[in-house]
């Protein structure tokens, strides 16, 4: 806690804050850096002040007010806790671990986070910090992947939660893990050496094993930017299930030799104009090369209740994998 007065990232909370913008404070710094999000979150609770007001708001409201944080997942996780909260805990953030487990999108990390932020309850909050850090600390050789091996550093975690003051220890253990003991620690100016068991054996280098981490899955796809004679684009909807669940987007098909043919099996009579460029977006177990062409709609497909036209797709609440393709004009 004394490193963490003069080091930690300390952030926008009062000591009574709202449980519900803690809430969304953790779950938007799932995957996502603290600077990144603090202007996200501020325009979100502008925009969505109290648990309620999310609640009653509508899919697109919401994914437009979470625009350009990506991993909308999130944000529809969200909205379907505020739904849930609204019709079983009176409109509000509850106050037991296990019971906002059970909300959309919620694990044992978040969970903890909130419950010991918003309430000071018993619950260890344990991310890939907090982890690596206590794996070094206590030289556990194990791999981190096992759920063994994870149960036993948990359980170290709770072991070391204060009597009051959870939530700021916590953030402590976890800004510890991500500033000093981070991938490359920094041992030297670390105040645990003393103590640290990965240290005092010199293998804090070597820690945390983890086996089994799959590189990331590589599609390449082409994309059409179609536009009519008044320059409006052409979006699509993509499907009710799966990646990007009904996101608009710009039209696309697996790559192939003949994009013309791609697109007309799957029912877009197209006039292929040029090449763009290519786009690079890395999901979490996904790297999508999208291939851009510019592009003439020669007939309107016969089914056109998933396609749009909009003038001006930089104002659509378009996945940030698609944004970038508008970057390219
Ligand atoms: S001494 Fe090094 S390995 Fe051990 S806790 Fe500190 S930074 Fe991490």
Redesign the pocket.
Known sequence: MEWFDVHGRHLPWRPDEDPYRIWLMVVMLQQTRVETVLPYYERFVMTFPTLPELAAADDEAVLAAWKGLGYYRRARNLLAGAREMAASYNGRVPEAPEALERLPGVGRYTAAAVASIAFDAPAAAVDGNVLR?LS??FAETGDIGNAKVRARLETLAASLLPASGRGLHNQAAMDFGAL??APV???DT?P??GA?A??SQGI?ADLPKKTGKTAPLTEHHLVARIRDDSGRTLLHRRPATGLLANFWELPNVVQAEDPAAAFLSAGLNLEILAELGEVRHVFTHRLWVLHVVSARLIRQPADFSRYQWCADPHEATLPRAFSKILELD
């Open positions: 850090f070094r600390f000093v003991c620690p920094h041992c670390c645990f050496s640290c990965a240290f804090q």
